[in-house]
């Protein structure tokens, strides 16, 4: 009995995911919670253009997932936060989303070199995901609904 309702009250918590999302281009902000929100419409979505503002929310609570990208303005930008993450051994899933690809093809899914090497360093730790800038609306759809665990064609609220 306490297990159900256990089970019902994590259930109730998966169906509100808390996600933050960190990156200084407003548009690249706005753009990533309106297609949240499109999928998810009672999500709770965090937005920082300030990595410092949104280490000290990291700090104080840990989100469903976390949304960064690598260069930002500022003393805390991704490039700093992810090993720091991993230092903190954070459980909650985090997508890494970045310009740094290889080669030429902007619609690249392969991390640059050095992308590559930060995420072999934390991924012993962190639940690490790389998504390329440019994407496209699936391509995050897609990765929102591996790291938050919900099944493709499911969304909430809508």
């Not at 169906?15 to 999928?39: G, Q, T």
């Not at 280490?55 to 805390?76: V, Y």
């Not at 991390?111 to 360093?121: F, M």
């Not at 699936?138 to 809508?158: C, F, M």
């Amino acid at each position: 009995m306490v297990a159900d309702t256990l089970a019902l009250v994590k259930q109730e918590r998966q169906i509100r995911p808390r996600i933050v999302v960190v990156d200084d281009e407003p548009v690249i902000l706005e753009i990533i919670e309106n297609l949240i929100r499109s999928w998810f419409e009672d999500a709770a979505v965090l937005l920082f253009q300030d990595g410092q503002a949104a280490w000290g929310e990291l700090l104080r609570t840990d989100p469903d997932l976390l949304i960064t990208d690598l260069k930002r303005s500022g003393e805390m930008d991704g490039w700093r936060m992810i090993p720091l993450l991993a230092e903190r051994k954070v459980k909650y899933p985090i997508v890494l989303v970045s310009g740094y690809t290889k080669g030429k093809d902007l619609r690249s899914l392969i991390p640059s070199d050095s992308v590559q090497d930060l995420l072999q360093r934390v991924r012993p730790s962190l639940k690490v995901s790389f998504l390329a800038k440019p994407f496209e609306d699936e391509d995050l759809r897609k990765i929102l609904a591996t790291t938050l665990n919900i099944p493709i064609g499911n969304h909430y609220g809508g």
